[in-house]
């Protein structure tokens, strides 16, 4: 008997202990993101029914690091092939009509990840500066490499896909690693064509131009789904 109430005593202790850890783990269970719902820091989690790749997970390079641009002085510049050579502040790219995608970012590399973008279509934009009619492509230049165009999409395709300018990724205003103010969402496009940190798109009747990827052999298609190089 004496032997029982010793095992007993224990097994009170061990389920008390056990209790305990069990109501920290619900109480903490409050701090984990739930599907469908903002995550850590309003990072949305799930679009559309597709879970997003966390900003904290997704694959990314750059040339020359990471670029710092201050949005207080930040103009986008768009000139070339236009009516009306504009240069926009990050608060009037902010204030045209937003909308949001669930999109795929392919490098060539072989890694990829899903996020909400959101942004302005940039066909919205370039209807402002007022496009002529011979123009063919739009040149992107960037603060890694401004004095030569980073790449090009033709102007056809940019209209006929409504492409944005991402200004947040996963509803987070878009972080400096990832290409603030905007990154270029090039729909079914490896990543070379997703431009980041851009200041500068020129309009050009080139149908031939390369750009810094192009120019080292990269497929100026750039289809996702195609080869990688010409």
Request: aromatic residues 12%; proline residues 4%.
């Amino acid at each position: 008997m004496r032997f029982f109430n010793k095992t007993n005593k224990y097994s009170l202790l061990f389920a008390a202990i056990l209790i305990i850890i069990f109501a920290v783990i619900l109480s903490s269970c409050g701090e984990i993101p739930i599907a469908g719902s903002p995550g850590a820091g309003g990072e949305t989690t799930v679009f559309e029914g597709v879970k997003l790749t966390p900003i904290a997970q997704q694959g990314n390079n750059a040339l020359k690091g990471t670029q710092d641009i201050d949005k207080e002085s930040y103009r986008l510049v768009i000139d070339g092939l236009v009516e009306k050579p504009l240069s926009i502040s990050y608060d009037e790219l902010a204030a045209y009509k937003q909308e949001s995608w669930l999109m795929d970012l392919n490098c060539v590399e072989g890694w990829g990840f899903t996020a909400k973008w959101t942004g302005p279509r940039l066909s919205d934009i370039l209807q402002d500066a007022g496009v002529k009619p011979e123009a063919k492509i739009a040149v992107f230049y960037t603060s890694e490499v401004p004095d030569e165009g980073y790449t090009s999409l033709d102007l056809e395709y940019i209209i006929e896909n409504e492409i944005l300018l991402a200004l947040k990724i996963n509803d987070i205003v878009l972080p400096a690693e990832r290409g603030f103010p905007f990154q270029v969402v090039a729909k079914s496009k490896y990543g070379y064509k997703w431009a980041k940190w851009v200041t500068h798109i020129e309009l050009s009747s080139d149908a031939n131009y390369r750009g810094y990827w192009e120019k080292v052999g990269y497929n100026n298609n750039a289809d996702d789904t195609g080869p990688a190089f010409e």
